[in-house]
């Protein structure tokens, strides 16, 4: 039985996935069964840049290791994952672009989260600089966060590090995640609420499609700066429905949190003003049912 789980992150490149990802199992800073080290290679992602950071992380000898990474069958993203093969558990966490690399990362015996509404960001000289990629990211963030798909990565990654912890082999996640996926796991108790989160995650990815065509298939430069223009729009349009689901579940006072206990544990709650608890056990349930 391990008392800490050594997790090591490896973030290529970025997606919208990536920034917040090691603080989605630590939120409150307070868990005492997780030590983590996270290395980048910031936004370039070539071989060089994910061999390094390959050879990084394994010099730490984690438990665990988790690589976040646009599009995981590019030269960078698979130099890196053959790096990483060998022996420690490793779960990828990317966008839709990597189901063409789903063969390779199961042939490594690796697990895998691809996120279809992790969209691609308009990168066009004439449109995109640093504000403006921070304000894409953000949105992206959002209809990451208020969706589920966040929720789902806590739950996958925690169901690791609890086997892990009490030295048992994780059962890595083999996981695609659309829109039933990701609402599913927001726990939204009003149907309007599912509705316009589903509406959100779908528009999400439809930015993703226009950045692809802005940034690959356009050449005429007044067509691909509209077009990525509007994939930010679409973005930006894709996290108001995102919070307007959960402000619906706020009017109704049903959010639903899941906060990490000090020993990794995900306590529950609905109501504002209550305490979270621990999730009962299916013996107490029935229990409770029979009573």
Same mark, same amino acid.
């Given at each position: ?230 994939? &930010?729009?679409?973005? &930006? ?55």
């Amino acid at each position: 039985m391990l008392e800490q789980v050594k997790v090591g992150f490896v973030k290529l490149g970025n997606i919208g996935c990536a920034p917040l990802i090691e603080l989605l199992l630590d939120e409150r800073a307070e868990r005492e069964d997780l030590e983590v080290h996270v290395v980048g290679s910031g936004a370039k992602m070539g071989v060089g840049e994910a061999e390094k950071v390959a050879r990084e992380v394994l010099a730490w000898q984690p438990h665990v290791i988790v690589v976040t990474a646009p599009n995981a069958s590019l030269p960078g993203p698979v130099a890196c994952l053959e790096a990483l093969s060998g022996g420690v558990p490793v779960a990828v966490v990317s966008d839709a672009a990597s189901r063409k690399a789903i063969p390779r990362i199961e042939g490594y015996g690796f697990g895998y989260i691809l996120v279809e509404a992790d969209s691609m960001i308009g990168a066009r000289k004439e449109f995109l600089d640093s504000a403006e990629m921070s304000l894409f990211n953000a949105n992206l963030i959002t209809v990451l966060s208020a969706t589920g798909v966040f929720n789902i990565i806590v739950r996958e990654l925690d169901r690791v590090l609890e086997a892990v912890k009490g030295g048992q082999k994780p059962v890595l996640p083999r996981l695609v995640v659309d829109k039933w996926a990701a609402v599913s796991a927001a726990k939204f108790s009003n149907p309007y609420a599912r509705a316009k989160a589903m509406a959100s995650y779908e528009v999400a990815k439809k930015a993703g499609e226009l950045s692809f065509e802005g940034c690959f298939r356009e050449d005429e430069r007044e067509r691909y700066t509209l077009l990525v223009a509007a994939s &930010h729009e679409v973005m &930006h349009a894709a996290a108001r429905l995102s919070e307007e689901a959960r402000n619906l579940e706020k009017g109704m006072d049903t959010v639903h949190r899941s906060p990490h206990d000090w020993d990794g544990t995900l306590l529950e709650k609905r109501a504002l003003i209550e305490k979270p608890a621990r999730p009962r056990t299916q013996e107490e349930a029935g229990e409770r049912r029979s009573s």
